[in-house]
């Protein structure tokens, strides 16, 4: 992790707390572990000069994507075509095609 002071874009700095913290989620399989891991990203942030502020909101941010619910996606519809071979019988025929397509 670089320092906070470096001459790095700040999105550098942010990913890079951002990665520990994700990886900290996915890997820790319970929540005492998880406090543990997520304790010891907030002694290395500020080791390295990291605001306590800055390190908190990218915690609370990725804890509030995990619990959040997962959006639902939307089925896509399937528009089939259907083929109907019909005789024709004139008239008749015209007025049950308008019928059918409507």
Not at 12 to 38: D, M, P
Request: hydrophobic share 35%; proline share 7%; glycine share 2%.
């Amino acid at each position: 992790m670089t320092k906070w002071s470096s001459f790095v874009p700040k999105t550098y700095k942010h990913n890079a707390v951002f990665t520990l913290i994700y990886r900290a989620i996915q890997l820790c399989s319970s929540k005492k572990s998880l406090y543990k891991e997520l304790n010891f990203i907030r002694q290395l942030a500020t080791n390295n000069g990291y605001p306590i502020v800055f390190v908190n909101s990218v915690i609370r941010r990725q804890l509030h994507i995990k619990n959040s619910s997962p959006v639902p996606i939307q089925p896509e519809l399937n528009n089939d075509i259907v083929v109907l071979r019909v005789p024709y019988f004139g008239p008749e025929s015209q007025v049950y095609g308008k019928r059918v397509t409507d």
